[in-house]
């Protein structure tokens, strides 16, 4: 159990275009998903806390207006980066938290974009 | 908020070796602290974790200890082998309700040398 999947698994695309990435938790509910941004051997940077049914909270210095998040159902969540530029090339991963006393997150296998 | 230190960046060891990462953190409040494991290219895999209310926790040939005096804790993995050669990251676990969420450790490179 706790399987979130994440499409697409890459995507390329042209600069000023806004990309798509879908994250679902198929076969538990998560009122509760992140979003993370990842650079080369880098660590995970929290971009932004998205909850079921209300406006996503962002982390300081994420454009909320660049990186618009949904969370329409509590299965799913999306992370859309408007007018997309090289420098939002990275490895985007969501997670979703599984309900619980304690913080059980589960990663989805993460979103390679390159803008080009 | 939370700040989570944790090292060595790098760490080499002989297959069979014992490999320890170390992670300190900063909020007393916090009172989960997973560890993940990820290959290139891979997302994050949960491979232990820790509560507050214990001291230490083993899985096979993983371990974890948490001292919470201190407000660190440690990842143990004994006899490694080639296979558990990956980015390791510690996180823990802050603030109430539906505003939790993980502050993660900025990741230790294991090479397992065969």
């Known amino acids: 159990g706790a399987v979130v999947s994440q499409h697409p698994s890459w995507v390329i695309c042209k600069s000023g275009t806004s990309v798509k990435i879908e994250c679902r938790s198929l076969?538990?509910?998560?009122?509760?998903m992140f979003w993370y941004r990842q650079f080369p051997k880098q660590s995970l940077m929290l971009m932004a806390t998205?909850?079921?049914?209300?406006?996503?909270?962002?982390e300081q210095g994420v454009e909320k207006d660049k990186f618009l998040i949904n969370h329409a159902s509590l299965t799913l969540s999306t992370l859309t980066v408007t007018s997309a530029h090289p420098e939002d090339s990275s490895f985007y991963i969501c997670?979703?938290?599984?309900?619980?006393?304690?913080?059980?997150?589960?990663f989805g296998p993460g979103t390679r974009l390159t803008v080009l | 908020g939370e700040n989570v230190e944790q090292h060595p960046s790098t760490l080499s060891v002989q297959e069979g070796d014992s490999a320890v990462i170390k992670c300190t953190y900063s909020?007393?409040?916090?009172?989960?602290f997973p560890w993940y494991k990820q290959e290139l290219g891979k997302r994050p895999q949960l491979i232990i974790d820790?509560?507050?209310?214990?001291g230490e926790k083993k899985d096979q040939r993983i371990a974890v200890t948490l001292n919470k005096t201190a407000k660190h804790f440690s990842l143990h993995i004994t006899e490694t082998q080639p296979e558990d050669s990956a980015v390791y990251f510690c996180?823990?676990?802050?603030?109430?309700?539906?505003?939790?969420?993980?502050?993660f450790g900025s990741g230790t490179q294991l090479t397992v040398l065969p």
């Open positions: 998205s909850n079921e049914g209300s406006k996503a909270t962002y």
């Open positions: 996180a823990a676990s802050i603030g109430m309700g539906t505003a939790r969420q993980l502050t």
């Open positions: 076969d538990f509910q998560a009122t509760t």
């Open positions: 820790i509560r507050s209310n214990v």
């Open positions: 909020d007393s409040a916090s009172n989960y």
């Open positions: 997670s979703a938290r599984r309900d619980s006393p304690y913080n059980e997150q589960f």
